[in-house]
């Protein structure tokens, strides 16, 4: 089930989301949220009447670095034996069809597709024989950086942390099992034209390793966010650009670039 979370005339609720072809998806409003038993309500409306909002709002992002090899190596880091995570606080979040804002205080703004892990659950201390036990379903994202800040400054929080710096996005797809998750195309364009292509069997460190070691540390609740780790060919946002991340078995999530007001 592909799950949306929307806004249409000044109400904001979940719908699943049916159909194949674009210019004919509608949704079936849930009755509840997605993190409890819910229902369909049978009221349909359809996805090109609604505003997409961020598929979730989650409590926090918690983000792995340098989990592909390559892009380690292409910014000249080390590739690291252990999982390396970082957070993005939730106001960094926006929806599909939202503006990236250009940080006032960056002069080279990177992206970053990245496959995001969505949390159905509360849990802690997760064996890794109960990953899929916690796993809502999956998303695309966009760890946007202020790459010139990330650099300078020894730690990320303004680098990777800044307002509209997470696109989540179009939709939470449930369907997907890990194993499904673990091996899937991840592209990003800008201006259609392709920067980034790779699958996620390509990660150092795999879902299950990556839920296990947060967990290790602190409780993850419904609706948090696990971003694993962008591939190779990360490269440079201009104001006006127009980025989008697909992922085989998701959808596309599509922002523009805009000047910071």
């Not at 991840?186 to 259609?192: E, K, P, R």
Request: proline share 7%.
């Amino acid at each position: 089930m592909r799950i949306a979370r929307f806004s249409i005339d000044g109400n904001v609720a979940f719908g699943a989301v049916e159909g194949d072809k674009p210019d004919e998806l509608v949704l079936d409003i849930i009755k509840g949220i997605p993190f409890a038993d819910f229902e369909l309500s049978g009221t349909k409306v359809p996805l090109a009447k609604v505003r997409l909002l961020p598929p979730v709002l989650p409590n926090k992002v918690v983000a792995f670095g340098r989990n592909y090899a390559e892009h380690a190596r292409e910014l000249g880091n080390e590739v690291p034996d252990a999982p390396f995570a970082f957070f993005k606080p939730s106001t960094s979040v926006i929806g599909p069809g939202d503006e990236i804002r250009y940080p006032s205080f960056s002069e080279e703004l990177h992206h970053e597709a990245e496959l995001a892990v969505v949390i159905g659950r509360m849990c802690r201390e997760v064996p890794r024989d109960r990953v899929k036990d916690v796993v809502l379903g999956y998303t695309c994202a966009n760890d946007v950086t202020a790459r010139d800040v990330q650099r300078r400054e020894k730690q990320w929080a303004r680098a990777k942390g800044f307002d509209t710096s997470c696109p989540l996005g179009p939709w939470v797809e449930t369907d997907l099992d890990l194993a499904a998750a673990s091996d899937l195309t991840v592209q990003l364009t800008v201006n259609g034209e392709q920067r980034q292509l790779a699958r996620t069997s390509e990660m150092i460190h795999p879902i299950e390793d990556l839920i296990v070691n947060i967990t290790e540390a602190m409780t993850l609740l419904p609706g948090d966010v696990i971003l694993t780790g962008t591939p190779a060919g990360v490269g440079p946002l201009n104001v006006g650009d127009e980025v989008a991340v697909t992922i085989e078995g998701i959808g596309t999530l599509t922002n523009k670039v805009v000047k910071r007001g």
